[in-house]
Nanobody, 129 residues
Framework: QVQLVESGGGLVQTGGSLRLSCASSARTFSKSAMGWFRQAPGKEREFVAAISWSSSSRTNYADSVKGRFTISRDNAKNTVYLQMNSLKPDDTADYYC?????????????????????WGQGTQVTVSS
């Protein structure tokens, strides 16, 4: 059974930091690009960051988080992380981890939501002003 389990969300003040984690089964994780998306109340789910599966990972970020967020993965632990620094109230949302539906090349990343077929349940991030 495919499972993605996020953790690490919470309440933080503007300028603070949080680290999200997403644990996955080995079957899901291997040869899958991984991504983080977020959805604020009343808004559509949007891309945040993505990472390829190779050991020398290639990454891709939304313009709104570049320079503040860092995505990384530990293939030995089947876990992907999202380090979020300099958080702003606009970052408040439910954050979702996702894996691509198909196996992809080692340096492949994508910001296309329809390419992700496996999703976690989400973790809430609230940034207070």
């Amino acid at each position: 059974q495919v499972q993605l389990v996020e953790s690490g969300g919470g309440l933080v003040q503007t300028g603070g930091s949080l680290r999200l984690s997403c644990a996955s089964s080995a079957r899901t994780f291997s040869k899958s690009a991984m991504g983080w998306f977020r959805q604020a109340p009343g808004k559509e789910r949007e891309f945040v960051a993505a990472i390829s599966w190779s050991s020398s990972s290639r990454t891709n970020y939304a313009d709104s988080v570049k320079g503040r967020f860092t995505i990384s993965r530990d293939n030995a632990k089947n876990t992907v992380y999202l380090q979020m620094n300099s958080l702003k109230p606009d970052d408040t949302a439910d954050y979702y981890c996702a894996a691509t539906s198909r196996s992809v090349g080692p340096y492949y990343t994508t910001n296309v939501i329809n390419e992700y077929g496996y999703w976690g349940q989400g973790t809430q991030v609230t940034v207070s002003s």
